[in-house]
Structure formats: structure tokens, C-alpha cells
């Protein structure tokens, strides 16, 4: 192994290095499906930091002001690491989840009393919602199609906190606020397509997961 190698692992295993002043401190879980594209959508945007995190623990949670967590590969990771995600919330972070890591399946839910995953869909369109609590460049109403062929409508304990829907209706993207820290539960599987291969977010995912990631953070 190259020296530059080994330097670049042994980086893996620390904190994300933020600097002072410069933006938006917003950590990605890059081995999350759908990772990588998410990290380039982000590194694009004007006024965000924004770093891959490859450990999840309260270690690695504490440099971010935002944390995006993309559906886990293996449920055991987000299930072990969840204290930490909820503690990192309650002490004022924003968290962003995609797909099944909204608490589908046999994944976590981590704020259960205010929203988790409803059953599996096969289907892709979706809408803005016209009353969100976020406001994102995208018209309410209009059909969108996200890129993944299912998705994870939520069950919300407040009609308020609904994003966005699915084409008939259900919440599939919600913004609430837990403790002193932000939350968003996004159940599309975002940065990826058919196959579980990673893709670029569809413009319209893009412009949504964008200002999310500002709103988790107080922009």
C-alpha cells in the first residue's frame, strides 16, 4: 500500500475536519446506498461543507451541524448506532434519512412517536406538498418521478410536518422538529436506481434533498 493510501484510510477513521466559518457543516454516511451521488449533489451547493463520514458514531456525529444518512446496506448498523443518532438530534443536530432508514423493515425507528415507515410500494411518483414547512424551487402539485422503483410512505403523527406525498396522497417526505434538533424522513431511496446502483439524484430530488439539508440546519 502507498503511503498516500494508507493516509487516506487512516483518515476514514476520524472525525470530519470542518473548517471555521465556511459553511454548513454537513457529514454524509457514504457507505448508505445511494452515498456517493448524494456527497456530489451537496459538494456543489454554494454556502455547505460538506464531507464523507465512513463510522457512525458519536464520535464522528459531533463535528456536523447536519448529518445525511442514507439507507444503511445492513440494519445492524443503523440499529447500533441509533443512540447516538437520536442523542446527536436531541442536542440540536439536523438528520436527514432516506428509504428504509426512516424505520421500515428490520431498521430502527428513531423518533417512533412522531414518524416511521408504512409498508414497501412499488411505485414512483410523487408531489410536492403545497402546505409544506419547507420551502424548496419545486411547484406543489406537479407529478415528479423518483428514481428508485419502490419507496416508503411514512406514518406522521402530525399532518403539519408532510414534504412531500405520494401521487395518491400518502406522506413520503416529512420535516419535524425533535428536541433542540431538526429531522427529516425522506422515504424514497435517493442516489440510487434499478439494480441498487448509485445514480445522480433527478433534478427535482435534488432541488428537494437541497433544501432539506438548509432547513435541518436553520437556513
Not at 451521488?37 to 464523507?52: F, S, W, Y
Request: include cysteine; proline fraction near 8%.
Amino acid at each position: 500500500m502507498s503511503r498516500e493510501a494508507y493516509e487516506e484510510l487512516q483518515a476514514r477513521k476520524r472525525p470530519p475536519e470542518f473548517a471555521a466559518g465556511a459553511g454548513l457543516k454537513v457529514g454524509i454516511w457514504i457507505e448508505g446506498y445511494g452515498g456517493p451521488p448524494i456527497l456530489q449533489a451537496l459538494q456543489e451547493v454554494p454556502g455547505l461543507q460538506v464531507k464523507p463520514v465512513y463510522l457512525l458514531s458519536a464520535e464522528m456525529l459531533a463535528p456536523c451541524e447536519v448529518f445525511v444518512l442514507p439507507q444503511p446496506k445492513s440494519p445492524g448498523v443503523l440499529n447500533k448506532a441509533a443512540d447516538a443518532l437520536r442523542q446527536f438530534v436531541q442536542r440540536g443536530g439536523g438528520l436527514y434519512l432516506t428509504h428504509d432508514a426512516v424505520g421500515a423493515r428490520d431498521m430502527t425507528a428513531l423518533f417512533p412517536a412522531a414518524v416511521s415507515g408504512h409498508e414497501v410500494v412499488n411505485a414512483r411518483a410523487w408531489q410536492f406538498a403545497a402546505k409544506s414547512p419547507i420551502k424548496a424551487e419545486l411547484p406543489a402539485g406537479k407529478t415528479f418521478q423518483h428514481t428508485f422503483y419502490d419507496r416508503i410512505p411514512l406514518r406522521v403523527a402530525d399532518a403539519s410536518v408532510v414534504v412531500a406525498t405520494t401521487d395518491d396522497g400518502q406522506p413520503l417526505v416529512a420535516a419535524l422538529t425533535v428536541g433542540r434538533g431538526r429531522v427529516v424522513a425522506n422515504g424514497m431511496a435517493l442516489g440510487l436506481t434499478d439494480g441498487n446502483r448509485d445514480c445522480p439524484p433527478s433534478e427535482p430530488e435534488r432541488k428537494l434533498l437541497i433544501a432539506c439539508v438548509k432547513w435541518l440546519g436553520g437556513k
